[in-house]
């Protein structure tokens, strides 16, 4: 059964840091781009960021510009979200999502539950003094 795990949530201080993981070793991620979402309390879905299934391509929401970094694993089927210099903006369940894509140097990232064949079932993060 086709399945995303995200680990690596936590509390962690404003200017700290945090690495989630996305275990994807049910796909075969050279046929698929992974990507990841956040939701905020109050507040709607945010595409901030996901890698190709070539892993050449990848996309940041400029909120996450410059902070936030993707990479994917292929020998272990796990994808990492870097995530540096966190604010307390940041706070969010963060869910890593997948889309067939086969060996392309693109990704595409969105917030509705449709546009993505596979959703995991979040990891929190949360950024506070």
């Known amino acids: 059964q086709l399945q995303l795990v995200e680990s690596g949530g936590g509390l962690v201080q404003p200017g700290g840091s945090l690495r989630l993981s996305c275990d994807a070793s049910t796909f075969i991620l050279d046929y698929y781009s992974i990507g990841w979402v956040r939701q905020a309390p109050g507040k709607e879905r945010e595409g901030i960021s996901c890698?190709?299934?070539?892993?050449?391509?990848?996309y940041y929401a400029d909120s996450v510009k410059g902070r936030f970094t993707v990479s994917r694993d292929y020998a272990n089927g796990t994808v990492y979200l870097q995530m540096d210099s966190l604010k307390p903006e940041d706070t969010a369940v963060y869910y890593c999502?997948?889309?067939?894509?086969?060996?392309?140097?693109?990704?595409?990232?969105?917030?509705?539950?449709?546009?993505?064949?596979?959703w995991g079932r979040g990891t929190q993060v949360t950024v506070s003094s």
């Open positions: 890698i190709s299934s070539s892993g050449s391509g990848s």
């Open positions: 999502v997948s889309d067939w894509a086969p060996l392309s140097d693109i990704c595409t990232i969105g917030t509705e539950q449709g546009q993505h064949d596979f």
